[in-house]
């Protein structure tokens, strides 16, 4: 009787191992989803900031130290 006790509780145990390894399985995939989706947002606000960064680029003559004098001049 011992003997099939315990092959129950490993067969309970593995039963709940099973499940924990979906239930993990299902967090790591929408994980996966959300970094993908970030990953694509980041790509595109990265090329936006870099078009805005050229237009303004084009917009206004680049400034030097040499233009910015001290405000006691």
Do not use: C, F, W
Request: aromatic letters at 2%; hydrophobic letters at 30%; glycine letters at 2%.
């Amino acid at each position: 009787m011992e003997q099939e006790q315990r092959i129950v509780n490993v067969e309970e145990k593995i039963a709940y191992l099973e499940k924990m390894v979906a239930d993990l399985n299902e967090v790591v995939t929408g994980l996966n989803r959300e970094v993908q989706n970030l990953s694509k947002q980041n790509k595109r606000l990265h090329s936006q900031v870099a078009a805005q960064g050229e237009r303004l680029s084009q917009m206004e003559p680049e400034r030097t130290l040499e233009d910015d004098k001290p405000p006691h001049y």
